[in-house]
């Protein structure tokens, strides 16, 4: 498991805002090809010399690459299927792209009279070759081209070319100015296998709507989101009148009506973008290519995250509605045993073989609650929905299902419905486990407050195994669970009590247990570090022993040398339980865990009363 994920040409000059140093020390491809290519070199040739050369070196106010933001998960055609790009007006090519890798964002526009590195003069267009182009594609590292923006209407010859050329560097839409010549268009886009948005250049775009009536879906019209602002369309309005023939928005918004307002942050003018994408998911209007208009918000480079964070805000409703909506589509998963890869057993095998997982999760259960419930508690358990999904998750199914029934201190529910999550329904469980999530889930700002606010007030969270990586795009949860993430491999090492006198550690009776798993190794420092100062570590794990692990890992490694397995924490009135196992099926057969497990989810349901009070900070574990 692992973190697989614009600037207007007018106001932005590089050497006048004094970042020349910053883009020489950023972009290595810039620099390697101004130093390679003379004025007459061609471009491919100083391309394939870099060949062998890492796609660009990240720039140095990079964010983190995590794939599991809203700018890349909306583009998700199991979701939205809103394809979300950043301009590079006033920049190469090759520079937008690492400016886009920067800001985690996935797709970029390129433009027709858009230079393609700062080393020459060629423009990102038709007259490259395949072999460049090939080239180009293989310095993108993740990035893809989204959109390729003609600036000028030409012959249809030179039409024809240019959607070639934007198949061929994998653009999905070309954007193309009003009054366009529409004739053999659909011809040219079908054979090109692009789609073809005509930029409306007016609010109520009548005449072009009626010239593409008829006309197949790979045409459609290009809408400027701070025109509709301007001439005061709500989008709503706007929406009603384009409908399914919206293929591309220019993201724009207004500080006031008419040709006196200026552009702004998207969400803080008058363009209503929330309600522009909570009508789009409405209308189901998808796919649809998105461009975010950088003009006049974006004057140095690291204005740009500010810029799409803002689009993030505005579009988090509308897609959270989204994510909700699809949670009711994911199944609870049961299937303890799995046919290996091209193995189709008879079911009265696969039958035998679960039977016999299931009993030995059983034989693991404690025999009766280690505290008395103090009234019937009910237990909601989700598990991941949209990333990776481990094959153990039926394990911990099996073995929440079970520990309740035997032990009478729970009622279980197993639903994947994230409106369970909103408030007051939530307010009908005493605690909410998440089960190995990994990817998103709490996309819904109401599902977010619901959970939040449940937890201040005195409900009960627990997870397990890679919940750390849930929701990686909402800070507060990686505050609440404790960690966001961690580096991991499967190896050997011995698990050790590391708050004895806890409860939630009885089940191991003081012992050390040699144990083979997928252990995370918690940082000390940085964004998904381990919260020390806020949780009670309750068990850790020696690693590193030759003696124990004959391939000692050269990973990560913390200072102290402590790897905290599973902890407590209070959040407001609230209680949190996490243990990072479970990633082998061995870990619910085995007692000493199992029994831990039980206890801390009756620590979590708030029936088992435990110290919470963080352990003392080392020199080195609380950052």
Not at 52 to 73: H, I, K, N
Not at 127 to 134: G, Q, S
Not at 471 to 476: A, G, I, P, T, V
Request: charged letters at 25%; one cysteine or more; aromatic letters at 8%.
């Amino acid at each position: 498991m692992s973190d697989c994920h614009g600037v207007d040409k007018d106001r932005f000059d590089a050497s006048s805002l004094g970042v020349g140093s910053w883009r020489l020390g950023v972009v290595v491809l810039t620099g390697a090809l101004a130093a390679s290519l003379g004025p007459s070199t061609p471009l491919g040739a100083g391309l394939q010399a870099e060949a062998q050369q890492p796609a660009f070196e990240r720039a140095p106010d990079a964010l983190e690459r995590v794939t599991w933001r809203t700018r890349t998960l909306v583009s998700d055609d199991r979701l939205t299927n809103w394809n979300f790009a950043i301009p590079g007006a006033g920049l190469p090519f090759l520079e937008m792209v690492v400016r886009a890798d920067a800001a985690v964002v996935t797709f970029v526009e390129a433009s027709s009279s858009q230079r393609v590195d700062a080393a020459g003069s060629r423009t990102f267009g038709a007259a490259l070759t395949a072999e460049e182009i090939a080239s180009l594609k293989s310095r993108m590292g993740e990035v893809r081209v989204l959109t390729y923006r003609l600036e000028k209407a030409g012959s249809r010859e030179s039409f024809e070319r240019a959607l070639r050329f934007a198949r061929d560097i994998g653009a999905e839409t070309v954007v193309v100015p009003s009054g366009t010549s529409l004739d053999g268009m659909e011809a040219i886009a079908d054979q090109a296998n692009v789609n073809v948005a005509v930029m409306a250049d007016s609010a109520r775009p009548a005449a072009l709507l009626k010239t593409l009536a008829g006309k197949g879906k790979r045409i459609g019209i290009g809408i400027d989101t701070g025109l509709w602002a301007q001439e005061g369309v709500s989008p709503a309005d706007g929406l009603a009148l384009v409908k399914d023939r919206l293929l591309y928005l220019k993201l724009r918004d207004r500080s006031g009506r008419g040709p006196g307002g200026r552009n702004v942050l998207l969400g803080q003018g008058i363009g209503d973008l929330k309600g522009l994408f909570l009508e789009m998911e409405r209308l189901r209007i998808r796919p649809v290519s998105m461009t975010l208009d950088t003009a006049g918000v974006v004057s140095a480079p690291g204005d740009l995250f500010k810029a799409v964070d803002a689009f993030e805000s505005v579009v988090q409703p509308a897609y959270g509605i989204n994510f909700t909506a699809f949670s009711k589509t994911r199944p609870i998963r049961w299937d303890v045993v799995m046919p290996a890869k091209g193995e189709t057993p008879a079911p009265e095998t696969l039958r035998k073989a679960g039977d016999d997982v299931r009993a030995k999760i059983v034989a693991a259960i404690p025999k009766q609650a280690y505290a008395a419930p103090k009234k019937r508690r009910k237990l909601l358990v989700i598990e991941s929905l949209h990333g990776m999904s481990h094959n153990t998750i039926p394990h911990t199914n099996e073995m929440i299902e079970e520990m309740g029934k035997i032990t009478g201190a729970w009622e279980s529910e197993f639903n994947n419905d994230l409106d369970n999550l909103k408030y007051p329904k939530i307010k009908e469980y005493d605690g909410v486990f998440l089960n190995s999530i990994v990817g998103e889930l709490l996309a819904e700002p109401a599902v977010r407050e619901g959970l939040a606010r449940f937890v201040k007030e005195g409900g009960g969270l627990g997870g397990i195994h890679g919940t750390p990586w849930a929701s990686r795009n909402w800070d507060e949860f990686a505050e609440m669970i404790g960690a966001q993430s961690a580096p991991h491999r499967i190896e050997q090492g011995v698990m050790k009590v590391y708050d004895p006198a806890s409860p939630l550690m009885k089940p191991f009776v003081g012992k050390e247990l040699p144990f083979r798993e997928e252990y995370y190794r918690f940082e000390h420092e940085g964004h998904g570090r381990l919260r020390w100062d806020s949780v009670r570590v309750l068990l850790t794990v020696a690693l590193d022993d030759p003696k124990i692990e004959p391939r000692p890992w050269n990973g990560y490694k913390r200072p102290d040398n402590i790897y905290p397995v599973a902890w407590i924490r209070t959040y407001g009135k609230g209680r949190v339980f996490y243990n990072s196992l479970g990633h082998m099926p061995e870990t619910f057969m085995t007692p000493e865990i199992v029994g831990h497990f039980l206890a801390g989810l009756q620590f979590m349901l708030g029936d088992l009363a435990a110290d919470t009070t963080p352990n003392p900070v080392t020199r080195v574990s609380g950052r």
